[in-house]
Structures are given as structure tokens and as C-alpha cells.
């Protein structure tokens, strides 16, 4: 009788699928091979989505009666991303004690008006499923907020109130003190140098200025800072003409009823802004050297000990985001790449680069080669991140400085185009993630009061020549270097060399003979 049912289940698929899609195994039992290339039998035929390479969604911008601009995209999901960036940031402290934008960062999300503690706003989060978070910048302060559409109102009204209302209290400001000084201790003590290194770089190259004021509170500073000094700076810079209310994910509409509502009539705690007190600066690029003298030998976090070494960055002054050639310097950037020395994998990250291909390569003894472009309103920094032995600093600094003068030179075809494909790759990619899109449109809406789609700087990307290339190097090869050094700097050569060397059609640094080594 089983046999008999088995032989009937055996003849109804051959029937269902045809004799060359049943196989029998040795086991004795079998499946049906279907095709994967051609359509199943009494299934519906699918309708696919189209893409035409355009935004499915653009980006609308609103400005309410306060001069407060309102900006959204919608994206599909049941999530969305909120927040208020403002104007504001290190570079806005020239009249006040440096790092009160520091501390604004450290007190965000703390008690206000309407929640009596931290702790009270995570739970009105969390009933919407939401997270925030606040990010200080030399120019610009973000606050926000990732949560369930459902919940906008809730979370708009939160913003609201973080923003215009905080308590600051003098246990917060206590608690916050305690905080910076931790943060200023472990920049010193962490292995990876780079944010020291970016802080000193900016210090070098736009000395006493705009970007060049301290991103992170100075240590004396500390205990300068009090509720009546970030008052008078909120005053100044935390007014409607100032700040963007960006949102991704939600129906413009719905998000401009929400910023009349719970932003256009709000009043803040330090009471009427007073935007006549704003620094409106143009940053001054003076260039110049900043060294500190480190013992390096003991900043191993594990039983394996990182070998001593020296870290030199040199820059040169690039350009605005606002200019044009902005893309052909962030080209140009991604040209250079760059990389530790056990970075692992190929093409796709970034092993064709100069700097992997001229310097890692070549030289064994160096420890990483990386290069970073920072751009502002109104200047631009293009630095070369280089890392080796305190005995080799000096030949280090002539193959960083021969790196920048070959520059210059005309850019290979394919060199060309496989920086810019990585640039494009790399930029749609980071807009994938929604709280990139957020800060894409908050930050372009701020500056420049509307926003670049990704389509329009592919375009750009994609136009960019070799003769850019060589136009923007040239142009920022007449610039004075800047020069940030941490280590052992016994072998570090002057600055005057290191100018010299700059300026020289091969990028050597002078010969120096000495009697004895």
C-alpha cells in the first residue's frame, strides 16, 4: 500500500513538472528541478520597480515667518530622522571662552522647561522607538532624533524644547566638566593620533582664527565656563535665521505644521536673540608649524606592544565647499587615498591610490599614508597624514613633499577615472543610510539655503578633467605649508626645509651636512 502511494506521489509531480524535472536520489527520494530562468507554471506575472537613476523623492524647502528653514525628504519606512542644526560651532568663539561649543555638545538632551532629566526624555523616545543624539562641528551643532513617523509631533516638540529650553543646571555643568576633562585625557593617551593631529593642523594653519580656534575645551578653560558664559553665546547664535529644522523620511507638510507649531513662536530661555553679537570672520590661512614633544613609546592598550612612532601631517590650503573646484579637490583627494599598513583588500578599498602604490608599497618602514580634505564657508585644507619611525622622519617628510609637487604633474586616464567611479561609488553609497541623508540636507540647506541631489554632483564628478587636476594643484601649491607634528620630532626638518622643499620642482628637501651623525 506505501509503495503504491509513493509511485502515485512520484507520477502526480512528473505530471505537475514534466519527466526531465524529476531526479531521483540514491536515497530514493527526489525533487522537482525547476528553472529559475523561466516563469512558473499558474503563478502571476511580477511587476518590477523602475529606476531612472533620479530621486524618487525631492528635497522641499520652507522658510516660516522667523526666517527658521524647514527642510525634507520623504523615503520609504516607518522610521524617520529629525533635527535642528545651527550655525554655530568652534569657530564662532573668538568673544568667548574657547570650548563653550564644547560644552553646549556635552549639556544637549539634559533637562529642560518641559522634562525635568535626561533619563525623562530617553523614555518619551523609546515609547516612538527613538534615539538622539547631539555632534558639534567647527561650524555647525546637529541635534538629532531617530524615531517612528508616528511619533513627529512628540519628537519636534522634544527639539524644541532641547534646543531653546535647556535648564543647565549646576550639577549638569558639573557633570559636564567632569566629562571634558576625561575626553581632553583620553585624546592624549588614545593610540590613534588623528584627532590630535586634525585639531593641531587647524591650529597651524589658520593661527588664532575661525577654524583654527580649539574644536575641543582647553584644559584652563574648564572651569571658566558657566551658565551665564553659554547663555551669552546662545543669545548670539542660537536665533531662527540660523537654524535648519531637517527631517528624512516624512511628508514636508506634516513636518512644516509641526515647526509652526511647537518653533515659530517658541521663546527661548536666555530670552530675545541678539544675532548683531554674530562673528561673521572670514577664515585668514596663515600657515605654519605646531609640534609636540610626545613620548609615543607607551600607548599599547594590549599586551602587544605598537612600536614608537612619529606622526607628521602637512597641508596646503585647497578651497570652499561652496567653489567650484571643490569636486575637482575632492577628486583629487580620492586619488591620493591612502591607508594604515595592514589595510586589508582590494581595489574597492582604495589599493590603487598614490599613496598605496608610491609610498606603502615602496617604503616597508612606513606605518600609514593617508589623505584628508576638510572644507568650510570659506577655506579648505588638503593634508597628507604620514607615520614611521622617529630615525626616518626626514626621508619621510621628502616622500610626503615629493607626493605633493607630483601632484602637479598630468593625472593618468584610468587614475582619473577610477577616483572619481570611487567617489560617485562612495557617495551614493553613504546615501543609502538615512541619517547621512539627514545631515546631507541639513548641512547643504544651511550654507547655502538649498540642496545638490546626488544625480547633479555625480554630473560634476563626472566632468572633472585632468587639467582640473592640475589647475587646483598648482593653485594650491602656492600656498604656505601647514605643518602638524607629534613624537619624537629629533629628525623633524625645519619648516623653512620643509617650505623650501615644497617649492622645489622635485619636492627634495635641502641637502644638510653634518661632521658628525
Not at 133 to 147: K, P
Not at 362 to 374: I, P
Request: glycine content about 8%; overall charge neutral; aromatic content about 8%.
Amino acid at each position: 500500500m506505501a509503495a503504491h502511494m509513493s509511485r502515485c506521489r512520484t507520477w502526480n509531480r512528473v505530471q505537475r513538472f514534466g519527466i526531465a524535472a524529476y531526479r531521483k536520489y540514491s536515497s530514493g527520494s527526489g525533487y522537482p528541478n525547476i528553472s529559475l530562468s523561466s516563469p512558473l507554471p499558474g503563478i502571476p506575472k511580477p511587476v518590477f520597480a523602475s529606476v531612472d537613476g533620479q530621486e524618487k523623492y525631492e528635497t522641499k524647502i520652507t522658510t516660516l515667518e522667523n526666517g527658521l528653514k524647514v527642510a525634507s525628504q520623504n523615503k520609504f519606512g516607518q522610521f524617520c530622522t529629525v533635527g535642528i542644526l545651527v550655525n554655530s560651532g568652534s569657530r564662532h568663539e573668538a568673544k568667548y571662552p574657547s570650548g563653550v561649543a564644547h560644552f553646549i555638545e556635552k549639556l544637549a538632551f539634559s533637562s529642560t522647561a518641559q522634562y525635568g532629566s535626561k533619563d525623562e526624555i530617553l523614555l518619551t523616545l523609546e515609547k516612538h522607538g527613538g534615539i538622539c543624539d547631539c555632534q558639534t562641528s567647527r561650524d555647525t551643532t546637529m541635534y538629532a532624533v531617530s524615531a517612528e513617523v508616528k511619533g513627529l509631533d512628540t519628537v519636534v516638540s522634544l527639539l524644541s524644547d532641547a534646543v531653546l529650553q535647556p535648564r543647565l543646571l549646576d550639577e549638569e555643568i558639573e557633570m559636564t566638566k567632569m566629562a571634558v576633562r576625561f575626553e581632553l585625557e583620553d585624546l592624549n593617551m588614545r593610540p590613534d593620533p588623528e584627532p590630535l593631529l586634525t585639531e593641531m593642523i587647524h591650529a597651524a594653519a589658520y593661527r588664532g582664527n575661525t577654524v583654527g580656534l580649539p574644536r575641543f575645551c582647553p584644559a584652563d578653560n574648564v572651569d571658566a565656563i558657566d551658565k551665564n558664559a553659554l547663555h551669552n553665546y546662545l543669545r548670539s547664535y542660537y536665533c531662527p535665521e540660523r537654524m535648519v529644522l531637517a527631517g528624512v523620511g516624512i511628508e514636508h507638510e506634516q513636518l512644516v505644521d509641526c515647526a509652526r507649531k511647537h518653533l515659530l513662536d517658541a521663546t527661548p530661555v536666555w530670552g530675545a536673540s541678539t544675532p548683531a553679537n554674530v562673528d561673521l570672520s572670514v577664515a585668514q590661512y596663515t600657515g605654519g608649524i605646531i609640534k609636540m614633544e610626545k613620548d609615543m613609546s607607551d600607548v599599547s592598550l594590549g599586551p602587544t606592544p605598537i612600536p614608537e612612532l612619529t606622526h607628521i601631517m602637512i597641508g596646503l590650503e585647497s578651497c570652499s565647499f561652496l567653489e567650484d573646484d571643490f569636486i575637482p579637490f575632492a577628486v583629487l583627494n580620492m586619488m591620493m587615498g591612502g591607508g594604515g599598513s595592514f589595510s586589508a583588500g582590494g581595489p574597492g578599498k582604495g589599493m590603487f591610490t598614490r599613496l598605496y602604490l608610491n609610498v606603502l608599497n615602496r617604503h616597508h618602514w612606513m606605518y600609514n599614508a593617508t589623505s584628508y580634505h576638510h572644507s568650510y564657508e570659506d577655506s579648505g585644507l588638503l593634508c597628507i597624514h604620514a607615520s614611521a619611525d622617529p630615525r626616518q622622519v626626514r626621508e619621510m617628510v621628502e616622500i610626503i613633499t615629493r607626493e605633493f609637487i607630483q601632484m602637479a604633474g598630468t593625472a593618468g586616464e584610468m587614475e582619473l577615472e577610477r577616483a572619481k567611479t570611487q567617489l560617485k561609488s562612495m557617495l551614493m553609497m553613504n546615501l543609502e543610510s538615512r541619517p547621512v541623508i539627514f545631515e546631507d540636507v541639513g548641512r547643504q540647506v544651511l550654507s547655502t539655503g538649498k540642496r545638490k541631489l546626488p544625480h547633479e554632483l555625480c554630473t560634476l564628478i563626472s566632468n572633472v578633467t585632468a587639467s582640473d587636476i592640475k589647475r587646483v594643484t598648482a593653485k594650491m601649491l602656492r600656498s604656505k605649508p601647514a605643518v602638524a607634528a607629534l613624537g619624537d620630532l629629533t629628525e623633524l626638518p625645519t619648516y623653512e626645509h620643509i617650505q623650501a622643499a615644497l617649492s622645489s620642482k622635485d619636492g627634495r628637501l635641502p641637502r644638510m651636512y653634518r661632521l658628525f651623525r
